[in-house]
């Protein structure tokens, strides 16, 4: 009995902490920071870079709703190197220039104060938009035609989406 009442409670437990977990979303092939920049430049694809952390609520509404949709799975599977970066994380990753930092050292450089944070880079990992927050299935796609379709050249994301953030 006694094992049975602890094997429920871990149970119990488990369940909510996997709650409050904002691990990258289910169903996408997010790497970590230096093999991400590595299929970025073998693959020739931008990279979406997503800043998350452990028990964010916006990060886990972002994975439950935005990336749960079909055609934003496909779009980003298919055509970006996905990067997930713990933004508390303390784990060493090495940037374009050869430089070592952890990733919570990374997250100030890009300037994730909060989270989460989601930053395209070109496959050589220069910095084309940083998207601080929540945002929705069309804020993603209009981050993609901004992205693949080469707009980030001549204007500003914010010019590209005609003054809305």
């Known amino acids: 009995m006694r094992g049975f009442l602890f094997s429920l ?8 902490s996997a709650a409050a977990r904002a691990d990258p979303p289910p169903g996408y092939a ?16 931008p990279v979406l870079l997503y800043f998350g952390r452990y028990g964010c609520a916006w990060c886990d ?31 060493r990753i090495r940037l374009p220039g050869g430089e070592r930092v952890s990733e919570a050292e990374l997250g100030v450089r890009l300037g994730a104060y909060a ?3 989601f930053v395209f880079m070109s496959p050589e990992g220069k910095v084309i938009a940083r998207i601080p927050g929540y945002k929705t299935v069309r ?12 707009h980030h050249r001549t204007q500003s994301l914010l010019e590209f989406l005609g003054g809305r953030p």
């Open 61 to 91: 509404q972002v994975n439950r709703t935005t990336f749960a949709d079909a055609e934003i799975r496909r779009i980003f599977s298919e055509h970006y190197a996905l990067i997930y970066v713990d933004a508390e994380g303390g784990r």
């Open 139 to 150: 804020d993603f796609q209009d981050y993609d035609r901004y992205v693949r379709g080469g």
């Open 9 to 16: 409670i871990a149970g119990v437990a488990l369940v909510f």
């Open 115 to 117: 989270t989460p944070l």
């Open 30 to 45: 997010f790497l970590d920071h230096d093999a991400g920049l590595r299929q970025a430049k073998a693959e020739n694809k």
